[in-house]
């Protein structure tokens, strides 16, 4: 037992997930063999915009093996729900299939044969005939007055527009005096989350309940798309999810062709599969990032931030998603990051596109905040000839300062932000590599952020237009061999959710951790949960209600054994086994006797009921704050434009860490994606809205060894203390490797405003 009373929260306790993962024996959708499975084909739109004039489906359907090709016309009606909606968003929900074409890709038929080959032998002979339009690429110039219209009745491309924070009159006039005012334009690649593994369902219908298997992030979240778009009571859906092998956001609803797949299968009365290929996902899974930001910055004599504005124009592709332009709302709220600024705000605009939707990625909107406002810092310091670390020392809200709101409403809770930059600048400068004389030119750059985590206040998200609740229930039960078996909303997506919980479990109930056994991703026997695992708020909301859960149980464990042993339930000491009165050991019961006794309805106080479980649900009174520091070393080769990221450190602070193994994990996968970010990844459109196949994640040569500094600064809301980590180490990698390119080659730096910086783009910069 630790000094603070934990056995296990706080250890690094091997992952209970990887000896299956390891052996080949997780559940994945692809995996799943039911009888008389059929497959199915998406049949995709091969133009970016334009109509569906004529769907024939006479040679398909005649195809071998096929039993089912559904057409527009037999999905009338069938829509899924935007579950977040802007300001006067005209729309609210999207259909499966649609005669109106608005991206490459997007579905216009599904065939269904005995086999995945059959099925995609009669897709290719499914006839498509299609007027094309001009496709828009690009969020320039679909705002361009002679764009062509995605929505004639919208008159024009513009699907939101609003502000938030200070507007945009009082930023300017804040900045009219300032003797220092920094204005640039960036532009953000989009990205796509690619999980390992892909998205996939296999659905049965049988007795008047559809039932899914799905690779899914919010199984709860599937259900109510599933029942909502097909017409079904919520008790006639149930989803299951298996391991979901990595979701990133991606996962996190419903799409239209897994919609289809459970069509097909009321329609048919029996399993259907659709598992999505490696050709479609650029196309059918949705990208995220896509954004323009034209920012200020302004600044006093002495350095001191006066304001901060950035006029953010998101893609929206080809109709708002489930989350439509959410991502960029959060760019806007997490703009002033972890400083004082006396005025901060920015103007929020949504645009519709001929490109796939796009939707949630990691960090939601918040690598690209924190992208723009370390740049412009960065960018101040080189103008004024400041340290950067020192600049931004200067103006960082210190630990006396918390709690305390931002100029657009963030309310943090607590932490020492200026504490995790000072001790990433000395992680890498004893860590910094050696200097080499090959040419290249090197330079270290930092970044901090402010991290939004455990997505919760319900009544808040009502107000921002989330159609979902963001409380979590968690049910522990002690069976009568004294096992406990936890059961949570919150789905396991690769994040070792399933280890903490039980972690958090055992230490509350007062149990051996290897006596727990968790429950994760069905909705018939886990607690309802309105979004999942999202938003880094699976270890912060749901081991939120498990700590009160868990500590509920002990308390009646307690009970019951105090009045067995006629002694006060404080009198009494639970060491894992047993129950004891302190000062006597011969006085004790066991726990499976307790729980024995408990299920049979032995010896009970009077007005007690039989079983012994507890539950709990969490509903938090606010976000809770994570942050970070980061710096970067890379070596750039002023010949062809090429970035080495030589060293990578990093400190965060997300509260108490249940499992600091899994913390630091979390930060480093993090921390890979953002290097793809910020050097090599993003979908590129041809002129006429094709997606290009070239797409390229970081390999382990990219990634360098990446050295982690852990802080815990416990949450004053959470049970537990506990804050997310899931975001943490996408959100500051871009800019801090940003800000090491612009510091090897300062003349550049004024136009390092693209991500990602590869050497195509890198390279004129540095010979100009």
Known sequence: MGADGHRYVGERARRREDARLLTGKGRFVANTRLPATAHAVVVRSPIAHGR?????????????GVLDVITPADAAGVRLPCVTLAPEQPMSSYPVLDTRIRYAGQPL??????????????????????????PVIGVTAALAGDAPLLYPEWGGNLAFDYELGDPAGECEAAAAGAPHVVRMEFTIGRASPRPLEPRGVVAAYADGVLTIRTSTQAPHHARDHAAEALG???????????????????KEHLYPDETLACLAAMRLGRPVMWVESPSDLLAATLPARDAVHRAMLALDATGRF?????????????HPSNVGGSPHAISALTLPGPYRFERAGARVRGVVTTTTPTGSYRGFGQPESTWTRERLIDEAARRLGEDPVELRLRNMIGPGELPCATRTWQKYDSGDYPRALRLVREMARAGAPPARDDGRLRGIGYS????TTGLGPSMELKAAGM???????????????????VLAGVAGIGQGIETALAQ???DRAGVPIDRVRVVLGDTVTTPYSSIGAIASRSATVGGGALSEAATRLRARVLALAAHRLEVAAEDLELDGEAVRVKGDPTAALTLRDIATHAWRGWDLPEGEEPGLEARATYTPPAYTYAYGAHAAAVAVDPETGAVEVEGYWAVNDSGVLVNPAIVEGQLRGGIAQGIGMALTEEVVYTPEGQPLADYLPPTAREVPRIEIGLLQTPSPYTPGGMKGVGESGVIGAPAAIGNAVAAAAPTAAPRLTRTPMTPGRLWPLLSS
């Open 232 to 250: 079904l009571p919520l008790d006639r859906v149930r989803v299951l999810a298996g391991e979901t092998g990595g979701g990133f956001g991606a």
């Open 504 to 506: 958090i479990a055992a």
């Open 467 to 485: 159609q979902a609740g963001g409380h979590e229930t968690a049910v522990v039960r002690m069976e009568p061999d004294a096992s406990v078996v």
């Open 306 to 318: 006066l304001a901060i504005y950035a006029e953010i124009l998101g893609d929206l592709g080809g």
């Open 448 to 451: 901090c952020h402010v991290e």
């Open 52 to 64: 569906l004039v004529r769907c024939e489906t006479g040679a398909a359907a005649a195809s071998a």
């Open 109 to 134: 038929a599904l065939v269904v044969a005995e086999t995945e080959a059959q099925a995609a032998d009669a897709a290719a002979l499914v006839g498509l005939e299609l007027e094309e339009l001009p």
